[in-house]
Each structure stands twice: as C-alpha cells, then as structure tokens.
C-alpha cells in the first residue's frame, strides 16, 4: 500500500479594488402587466441614455436580474376568513456597471442619477478589473502553503515528500469586493453637491480587499 502525506495549504490574499461597481435596482407596481414592462422599459431606456450622455457605451450597462410578478394582499373578511386580494404588477430590475475606480466620474454619475427622474436604489462596490489573475495568484499561494507544511512534517516524521498523487480544490466563487456603502437611495448619500461642475465631491477610499481560498495536496512519501 502506498503511503500519503495529505496537506491542506490555506492560500490569502489582498488586493486594491480599481473597479468601481455601481448595482441599481428599479421597481414600480402597475395594475396592468403591459404597463409594468412599458414602465420598466422606460427607465431602462433613460438610464442607458444617460449614461450614454456621460461617454459610457450603452451595452455597459447589463442586466443581473428582471422580474414581473402578481402581488396580492392579504386581508380580513367580515367573516374572519382570511382572504387575498390582487394589488397589481411588480417589476424588479437589477442592473450593474463597471468602470475604473474614479471618484470624480463616480461624483458626476451620481449627480446624474439624483437630478433625473429615475431614482434606483442602489449600491456601491468596488472590484478588481483582472478576477482571474487574482484567483490565480490565491491558489499559487495556497499550494505554497501546503508544499511548505508537508516539508515540515515530512521532516519531523523522517520521511521524504515523492511524487504529488492529487490535488483538491473546491473551484468555490471567491467574489474580490468591498461593499463600503451599503444600500442606498440617492438622497442618503453622504455627499456634497458641486453645481458648477455637475458631479457630487466623492470621497471614498475603498479598503483593500481580502481573500482566502484552500487546497489539499496528496503526496507520496517514502
């Protein structure tokens, strides 16, 4: 039978977010379903216009999720019974652009979106621009880490590491963001207005970003 040594090498990680991540997400209510898709329509069409307007490409901005659904309240009938009465059409649309880090751009979008009729909800994130890379170097270190315990247990145990049997890596999402405003509404924004210029004086320094990822190395011993 051979014999194993089985490793698991913690890999970490910390990057500088360059990528600003803006996450807007409209919805309204609309009695009939036709209008709810006109509205949502509607204001899709605007944002795209508007961000169009501040030198984005339209197709910058992409859709993460959209949604028409029946909504119903419920309510007590003079019987007591319990009872649901139909409210109307619920669009949800959730939506994300990215573009390199930038306070003042970031400022000049949002006074955009506070001085238009479209009022999304809306977060800020901050990422990496090269996700692979950075996965990459993540798993590059966890190996590191497992190839640096097995020689000390080898050692100690006065055995010699042979040949790698297997490697297992749980190839989970590492998702490189920093979230340092939470959800928000354009009025709750902490943030000055600038009319001369037409953007918001931004200040966000966004922290760095930290990640930790593991995998397990079998190898032979002899």
């Known amino acids: 039978m051979e014999r194993t040594i089985r490793v698991t090498g913690k890999g970490n990680l910390s990057v500088k977010p360059d990528t600003v991540r803006l996450v807007m997400t409209m919805e309204g209510m609309k009695e009939e379903y036709d209008a709810a898709l006109e509205e949502s329509t509607h204001m899709t069409e605007y944002l795209k216009q508007m961000f169009s307007d501040l030198g984005f490409e339209r197709e910058d901005i992409k859709?993460?999720?959209?949604?028409?659904?029946?909504?119903?309240?419920?309510y007590q009938a003079k019987d007591k019974s319990w009872k649901r009465r139909f409210e109307g059409y619920k669009y949800v649309h959730r939506m994300k652009i990215e573009f390199p880090a930038d306070n003042k751009r970031l400022g000049k979008v949002l006074y955009k979106l506070g001085h238009s009729p479209v009022r999304p909800e809306f977060r800020i994130e901050y990422t990496v621009a090269e996700p692979e890379k950075c996965k990459n170097e993540l798993l590059k270190n966890a190996v590191t880490d497992a190839k640096a315990k097995?020689?000390?247990?080898?050692?100690?145990?006065?055995?010699?590491?042979?040949?790698?049997?297997?490697?297992d890596y749980s190839w989970a999402e590492i998702d490189f963001v920093s979230r340092p405003m939470d959800k928000l509404m354009l009025e709750e924004c902490c943030v000055k207005s600038c009319e001369p210029d037409e953007a918001y004086d931004i200040d966000i320094n966004p922290d760095d970003i930290d990640v930790t990822d593991n995998v397990t190395v079998v190898w032979g011993i002899h």
């Not at 859709?63 to 419920?74: K, Q, R």
């Not at 097995?150 to 297997?166: H, Y």
């Open 63 to 74: 859709t993460l999720n959209f949604n028409v659904s029946a909504e119903y309240e419920s």
């Open 150 to 167: 097995a020689d000390v247990l080898s050692k100690a145990s006065g055995v010699s590491l042979g040949e790698i049997i297997t490697i």
